[in-house]
């Protein structure tokens, strides 16, 4: 899934609305954990703004820590 910010507060100078898709934080909470038999989720393209790229951060711990991924550089996808 698109990742591109973390929340709308982080990028003051945009319009959050005019984005097309929710930033990973909404997202999370509609997701809630990840339980068996839910497909496998990794946010990508993510913004130099967005605070997940810190792996020892907060973010990117709630991420993994609710089951879900982020992707890293180099990361390949077999389609």
Same mark, same amino acid.
């Given at each position: ?9 982080? +990028?003051?100078?945009? =319009? ?15 997701? %809630?954990? $990840? ?10 393209? +993510?913004?130099?703004? =967005? ?15 609710? %089951?879900? $991924? ?10």
């Amino acid at each position: 899934l698109d990742g591109t910010f973390w929340s709308a507060d982080e +990028l003051s100078s945009r =319009n959050q609305e005019k984005v097309p898709h929710p930033p990973i934080k909404q997202t999370l909470e509609l997701l %809630g954990y $990840k339980q068996q038999g839910d497909p496998d989720i990794i946010f990508l393209h +993510l913004n130099h703004t =967005n605070p997940v790229y810190d792996k020892w951060g907060e973010e990117h711990t709630q991420v993994v820590e609710m %089951g879900w $991924k982020i992707a890293n550089q180099g990361m390949r996808f077999r389609l």
